[in-house]
């Protein structure tokens, strides 16, 4: 369904609620077997009719955002505004909900709703999904319900939750997926049955869109299965912790020339690899996993002041969950607290990917970096001793490990 279509579409059913009509009538026995409406809502008593009627989703995201008191939350895709109105509620009077959406008609629908409720830390903002009008790091909380699904360009609006969240900031989204490649026949047979099924993305396509976009702790669980390999499912991931006045986030090639100064300049402490001299990027992109590359980056003036990323140990299937690490940090801007931020968040990273054991080999000299990895749950294996030489003489080197605790 074309962008023009999908607003029309949903301003028509605005109309409809705002004259007092149904959008979708199903009860809670309906809703578990896959029919979208408010009966996946068990607290819509104080909300306006109109919000209720106009309620079109699979799911019920502010129940699992685990919204707190102060914070501020962003729905993407608000619709009557339901979500927004219970998030607003959740938030409280010191926080603050943000509702986005492309329909004239259901802005402002939700804003005579929220009108209506009384509820006053609430903003409608009329927009796209693929480009969200808010500054970046400005929310704690992006949800969404049943509407991610119905972009054609997901990976920009995965880009764009992870953007105007804050550090450590969640993603709680109730959508639409699949179960894997679903022929066109079958696609089209669900998307008869509950009419929004036609971009839906595949739980690895989801799970690999996340990682890209650079949140971590992806966890998908499927709710009601609406047959044909189409399933509601809740979506969870989170933005990496930094910080103060830093972000996480994946290494581009933009960053090239930052990162391996900051890789020159570890190199030539003598005490972080047996190499002397960076490689080119084409080769320090080439020896290193796509999506298991960080950087931390200063707010204020976008410097990147480190990174982190992994290395395949072998080209055996075998050897497929294993890969090997590195973690370098600015001379200037050590000891705080960056090198745990990246490594902590490329642990994540390798959880989310099935990687089962993290290595590296460490100069017993380095007592900062043997600290660090033991601070994050990294054991010595042993000790390598005169491996190789190094500006002259022979060096031994320490291994490490982390076996996941999951895999």
Same mark, same amino acid.
């Given at each position: 369904m074309a962008h023009d279509e999908i607003i029309d579409r949903y301003s028509r059913l605005a109309r409809a609620a705002a004259a007092g009509r149904v959008v979708a009538d199903c009860g809670p026995d309906d809703f578990e077997q896959g029919c979208f409406g408010a009966?996946?809502?068990?607290?819509?008593?104080?909300?306006? /009719?109109?919000?209720v009627r106009a309620s079109l989703g699979c799911g019920n995201p502010v129940a699992v955002a685990g919204l707190r008191a102060g914070e501020t939350v962003l729905d993407l895709g608000s619709g009557g505004?339901?979500?927004?109105?219970?998030?607003?509620?959740?938030?409280?009077?010191?926080?603050?909900?943000?509702?986005?959406?492309?329909? &004239?008609?259901?802005? !402002?629908?939700?804003?005579?709703?929220? /009108?209506? !409720?009384?509820?006053?830390?609430?903003?409608?903002?009329?927009g796209v999904i693929e480009y969200v009008p808010l500054p970046g790091r400005s929310v704690d909380v992006v949800i969404s319900n049943? %509407?991610?699904?119905?972009?054609? *360009?997901?990976?920009?609006?995965?880009?764009?939750?992870?953007?105007?969240?804050?550090?450590?900031? #969640? +993603?709680?989204?109730? =959508?639409?997926?699949?179960?894997?490649?679903? =022929?066109?026949? #079958?696609?089209?047979?669900? /998307?008869?049955?509950?009419?929004?099924?036609?971009?839906?993305?595949?739980?690895? *396509?989801? #799970?690999?869109?996340?990682?890209?976009?650079?949140?971590?702790?992806? /966890?998908?669980?499927?709710?009601?299965? @609406?047959? =044909?390999?189409? @399933?509601?499912?809740?979506? @969870?991931?989170?933005? &990496?912790?930094?910080?103060?006045?830093?972000?996480?986030?994946?290494? #581009?090639?933009?960053?090239?020339?930052?990162?391996?100064?900051?890789?020159?300049?570890?190199?030539?402490?003598?005490?972080?690899?047996?190499?002397?001299?960076? &490689?080119?990027?084409?080769? +320090?992109?080439?020896?290193?996993? &796509?999506?298991?590359?960080? %950087?931390? %980056? =200063?707010?204020?003036?976008?410097?990147? %002041?480190?990174?982190?990323?992994g290395s395949a140990v072998s080209a055996r299937p075998v050897y497929a969950g294993v890969v090997e690490h590195s973690v370098y940090v600015h001379p200037g801007c050590q000891a705080h607290g960056i090198g745990k931020a990246l490594l902590t968040a490329f642990l994540a990273g390798c959880e989310d990917a099935g990687v089962w054991t993290v290595q590296s080999g460490i100069f017993p000299e380095n007592a900062a970096s043997l600290a660090l990895h033991r601070a994050l749950g990294f054991r010595i294996v042993g000790t390598r001793e005169r491996i190789g030489r190094h500006h002259g003489r022979w060096r031994d080197v320490i291994l490490v490990e982390r076996r996941s605790p999951s895999h």
């Amino acid at each position: 369904m074309a962008h023009d279509e999908i607003i029309d579409r949903y301003s028509r059913l605005a109309r409809a609620a705002a004259a007092g009509r149904v959008v979708a009538d199903c009860g809670p026995d309906d809703f578990e077997q896959g029919c979208f409406g408010a009966a996946g809502y068990d607290d819509t008593g104080t909300l306006p /009719e109109a919000a209720v009627r106009a309620s079109l989703g699979c799911g019920n995201p502010v129940a699992v955002a685990g919204l707190r008191a102060g914070e501020t939350v962003l729905d993407l895709g608000s619709g009557g505004g339901i979500d927004v109105l219970l998030s607003a509620r959740r938030v409280g009077p010191a926080g603050k909900a943000y509702g986005l959406d492309a329909s &004239p008609d259901m802005l !402002a629908l939700a804003r005579r709703n929220a /009108e209506q !409720a009384g509820v006053a830390n609430v903003e409608f903002l009329q927009g796209v999904i693929e480009y969200v009008p808010l500054p970046g790091r400005s929310v704690d909380v992006v949800i969404s319900n049943c %509407v991610i699904n119905l972009s054609g *360009d997901k990976a920009a609006v995965l880009a764009e939750a992870f953007r105007v969240l804050r550090p450590g900031g #969640r +993603f709680g989204v109730s =959508d639409v997926v699949t179960d894997g490649e679903v =022929d066109p026949e #079958r696609r089209e047979a669900a /998307e008869r049955r509950i009419g929004c099924v036609a971009g839906a993305l595949s739980v690895a *396509d989801y #799970r690999g869109l996340l990682a890209a976009a650079g949140f971590v702790g992806v /966890e998908i669980t499927l709710t009601a299965d @609406h047959g =044909d390999g189409v @399933h509601s499912a809740i979506v @969870h991931a989170a933005k &990496p912790a930094a910080g103060p006045g830093l972000e996480i986030r994946p290494m #581009r090639d933009a960053d090239a020339s930052q990162v391996l100064a900051i890789y020159q300049a570890g190199l030539d402490t003598g005490q972080a690899s047996f190499e002397t001299t960076a &490689p080119s990027w084409e080769g +320090f992109t080439a020896a290193r996993l &796509p999506q298991l590359r960080y %950087v931390a %980056v =200063d707010t204020a003036t976008g410097q990147v %002041v480190g990174w982190v990323a992994g290395s395949a140990v072998s080209a055996r299937p075998v050897y497929a969950g294993v890969v090997e690490h590195s973690v370098y940090v600015h001379p200037g801007c050590q000891a705080h607290g960056i090198g745990k931020a990246l490594l902590t968040a490329f642990l994540a990273g390798c959880e989310d990917a099935g990687v089962w054991t993290v290595q590296s080999g460490i100069f017993p000299e380095n007592a900062a970096s043997l600290a660090l990895h033991r601070a994050l749950g990294f054991r010595i294996v042993g000790t390598r001793e005169r491996i190789g030489r190094h500006h002259g003489r022979w060096r031994d080197v320490i291994l490490v490990e982390r076996r996941s605790p999951s895999h």
